[in-house]
């Protein structure tokens, strides 16, 4: 795996020197640059590939459009020109869209102090601007969470507050609220001592006719429950679904919110899967069927079967809340088991473990539930998946082995010293 980095800048002089040197047009130029780099195992993920411009104002050094725009928007900025900086933000924005190389460069450069003093701007002008502000800081912030300071932090919630009807704003500011808080806890914490919760929850609830903002407000409220920061032994992810659930509603808001896009596959994806990482405890998961969350889920398996992603994002949010022993009588009262077979029937050329693992939760502590489930034909089916998709193994394995059924369990470790060479 590579490992070495170089800067944009060697980058660049050895493309030059291609051109320059051994008279190379800029294409080959690039590509002969790659080659050389790559061969030494340098890592160029974050390298823009393509041959810097000169300029058309002198001879000065050739540099990337990028970086052109990133410079002509600060000078407006500086020059308190709205009209100008809506120009050259649009144009920064879709040059940090194309590619993360010119995400990272132009962060390199301070790109982020710019937008924040444009942000300032922005809010002693008028929503537009306010708008296309968020846009290039969400772009530029994709995937470099460490940029957004306290500074950015504490002002990207007001914003959020103050602009809470408002559901192109709303959207594109929850945006970066997930891209400042993936990978990254501290932010994470940040923003959850902010109040930035009780405003994605709100979103859901005030813009229920917006499918762009339930989709971005339940991408942020599970990113606040990732525990994905390999930098920190330890995070917040059950305090945070704790505080979703149980100071902010997030339950009955989602549900909600499910009941309303009844006939959106792609909403109801997201609000399944966001209903999943919630049901953290007992108390939970029953609260999901007291609000008529289990007859939701049960009419989408039934109604909705063709969607592969809805049916795997119901499965999971089935089998969250079987964690609890009340539940599961409930979801095989409600007709859950047939239409969870028939679900594994007709997606068996799709590796979805999720059906696996809520037959497992559902017998787990409820053998009764065993052979009724066995009578569906759960057996043959978790045989045939078994077979056909080897990601499935172990899981196959477990649910034939918590339904009673033979199965041969491989031991891979005695615990005897042995010889341990090949």
Known sequence: MASKRITQETFDAAVRENIEEFEMGPEEAVKEAVEQFESQGVDLSNIIKLAPKGSADGPQEPTHDILQALGDLQESVARSRPQEVSAYLARFFEHCKQDKACRFLAAQKGAYPILLAAWKLAATSDQGLLLQTLNALSALTDGQPDLLDTQGLQLLVVTLAQNA???????????????????????????????????????????????????????????????????????????????IVQENGGLKVLIEAAKAFSDNPSVLSELCSTLSRLAVRNEFCQEV????????????????????????????????????????????????????????????????????????????????????????????????????????????????RDLGCRVELRELWTGQKGNLAP
Do not use: Y
Not at 372 to 390: F, S
């Open 165 to 243: 009807d408002a559901a192109d704003l709303t959207c594109s500011g929850i945006r970066c609220v997930c891209h400042a808080s993936l990978k990254h806890e501290q932010n994470r914490q940040s923003l959850v001592k902010a109040g930035v919760l009780p405003l994605l929850t709100g979103a859901i609830a005030r813009h229920g006719h917006c499918a762009d903002v339930v989709r971005e407000a339940c991408w942020a409220l599970r990113v606040m429950t990732f525990d994905d920061d390999i930098r920190v032994p330890f995070g917040h992810a059950h305090d945070h679904a704790k505080m």
């Open 289 to 400: 069927v007291d609000l008529g969350g289990l007859g939701v889920l049960v009419a989408l398996l039934a109604n909705c079967s063709d969607h592969q992603d809805l049916v795997k994002q119901v499965l999971s949010a089935l089998r969250a809340i079987a964690g609890n022993d009340d539940v599961k009588d409930a979801i095989v009262r409600a007709g859950g088991t047939e239409s969870i077979v028939a679900a594994m029937t007709q997606h068996l050329a799709s590796p979805q473990k999720q059906a696996c693992m809520l037959i497992r939760n559902l017998v787990a502590r409820s053998q009764a539930f065993s052979q009724p489930i066995l009578d569906l034909g759960a057996e043959a089916l978790i045989l045939q998946a078994r077979a056909v998709h080897r990601d499935c193994e172990d899981v196959a394995k477990a649910a034939l």
